[in-house]
């Protein structure tokens, strides 16, 4: 449960029996846990690794416990901070993707340049991912900002993930929080894991896009309609940019079939995001279309949110919440 912390499951066992009985030492942890005295040993060096436990004033030798309010609090603010930051470069990233992909999309289709290939509709493009999913044969990381599954993307799709996953390749996947209000995605992805895939969640997703080891990506011809087709890019330095934003998305991310971690402020992913699209001046509707939400369960996030504020507007809650350091300031 702790190992975001940076805790592992022996660490945090020794830590929680010290919580129960602060007076034992090493021989006595060891009787009760049953449990060799070098192994106790390691964990308790670990513990003080993490500033969970401190050397006594008054025996020289001994370790004394760190109160968890103290310790475990610090642990989480440095992984909150971490996380904030993880999110900034991807806000970075947004913009400079965002064009270097409207440029490719762009193109004409009669002329393709060098490295690029047009595809359009989704019997063109399901055919092409068809192939490459055959011909990969190291990791496929995949952005799906569009929440929840049609039943016939899921169909589609589960052939080509058991017969990557069996052989051998790694599979990554994140998709938005919002999944969690779709059963079928649900179980899909929950199907996806338990073969050996990796999904995680998180409120919002730039652009959809698909990338195959690091020699093609797929991405959207039109983000807002997936169904007019998609552009192949093989050139290195996009393929690497877009395996770049990959992984700071997939960094902010959290595990699926996890609750969503809150910050210092009680704030989910998703109500930052929410804030942070309301101080820019988005409308209820294009919001909720980021976040792959109804509107009305925008609107039920925002007055909660204004109330919380003390905002009269929609608006002036996002800038509330950036002068109060709830979400980083809009140039």
């Known amino acids: 449960m702790l190992s975001l912390l940076g805790l592992g499951a022996t660490e945090e066992t ?28 390691d964990a308790l060096d670990e513990l003080a690794r993490l500033s969970l436990l ?3 004033w008054e025996e020289p030798g001994v370790l004394r416990l760190v109160r968890p309010e103290v310790g475990l609090s610090a642990l989480l603010a440095r992984e909150e901070a971490a996380l904030l930051n993880r999110q900034q470069e991807v806000e970075r990233s947004r913009t400079v993707v965002a064009q270097m992909i409207e440029t490719y999309a762009d193109l004409n289709p009669a002329r393709p340049s060098e490295g690029t290939e047009t595809l359009l509709g989704i019997d063109a493009v399901r ?10 044969q190291h990791e496929l990381r995949g952005l799906e900002p569009q929440g929840s599954q049609t039943p016939a993307n899921i169909e589609a799709s589960k052939p080509l993930d058991r017969a990557l996953l069996e052989n051998g390749v790694r599979v990554r996947v994140v998709y938005l929080d919002s999944i969690r209000n779709d059963p079928p995605t649900m179980d899909y992805a929950a199907w996806l894991t338990g073969l050996g895939g990796q999904v995680r969640t998180t409120p919002t997703i730039p652009t959809r896009m698909i990338i195959f080891d690091r020699e093609a990506a797929l991405v959207p011809i039109d983000p807002d309609d997936s169904s007019v087709g998609a552009v192949l890019l093989r050139g290195a330095g996009v393929v690497t940019a877009l395996a770049a934003l990959f992984e700071q998305v997939w960094e902010g991310a959290g595990a699926f079939g996890t609750e969503p971690r809150r910050d210092e402020q009680g704030l989910s992913g998703q109500e930052r995001e929410v804030l942070r699209l309301l101080s820019m001046g988005h409308t209820d509707e294009t919001v909720a279309r980021k976040l792959d939400v109804s509107v009305r369960t925008l609107r039920r996030i925002t007055a909660e949110l204004m109330e919380r504020l003390d905002a009269r507007s929609r608006f002036q809650a996002g800038c509330l919440a950036a002068t109060r350091g709830w979400i980083p300031a809009q140039p």
């Open 14 to 41: 020794v830590y929680r029996t010290i919580l129960e009985n602060p007076s034992h030492g090493v021989s006595e942890l060891s009787e009760k846990l049953d449990w060799p005295i070098h192994r106790v040993r």
């Open 127 to 136: 055919t092409r991912i068809e192939e490459l999913a055959l011909r990969c």
């Open 54 to 56: 401190r050397p006594s």
